[in-house]
């Protein structure tokens, strides 16, 4: 795996306070949603965290992979469906979530699925920024961002002796 150009690393408190702010954003929309549609894996702690802040209570999977080196996305598979009542009205009342919107392929499937759902995500890079409605930061397209759940504690070069990579 080589190394992005830019590192974005966030902590579980940073995480917290963004998921919450989008849960904000979220508040201030007059749509009632019956149902949050979580992209697993990462859109399983934003999902809950913002089920909690609007008080949703119906929490569904969709699973979509690529199969892929980190370095570079392969062939997008549907592995688990959106359960067919959450499907009505082409999705009008249900909130998709996830965690990160990239090169915008899985958010175009499941915005397939569910044309009329509201879609946010935590964070957005450009190209996937225009499958979505509401997100809380933009980060650039060759910018990874490394998530609480992936990282461990480490030494951190100063930004100043240089990227890795």
């Known amino acids: ?94 909130l998709i979530v996830d965690d990160l919107t990239d090169t915008g392929k899985t958010a175009a499937i499941v915005r397939a699925m569910l044309p009329k759902a509201h879609f946010a995500a935590v964070y957005a890079k450009p190209k996937g920024r225009p499958l979505i409605d509401t997100f809380v930061t933009e980060v650039s397209q060759d910018t990874w961002i490394f998530f609480p759940w992936d990282l461990g504690f480490t030494f951190q070069k100063p930004i100043a002796e240089g990227q890795p990579g």
């Open 1 to 94: 795996m080589s190394l992005p150009e830019k590192a974005f690393p966030v902590s579980w408190d940073q995480f917290h306070r963004d998921a919450r702010a989008l849960a904000w954003r979220l508040s201030a929309h007059k749509e009632q949603w019956k149902a949050i549609v979580c992209i697993t894996r990462g859109g399983l702690v934003p999902a809950a965290i913002i089920a909690r802040e609007l008080g949703i209570r119906v929490v569904e999977t969709v699973c979509v992979a690529s199969y892929h080196a980190y370095s570079e996305q392969g062939e997008m598979r549907i592995l688990k469906e959106v359960a067919e009542p959450l499907l009505a009205n082409e999705g009008a009342d249900v």
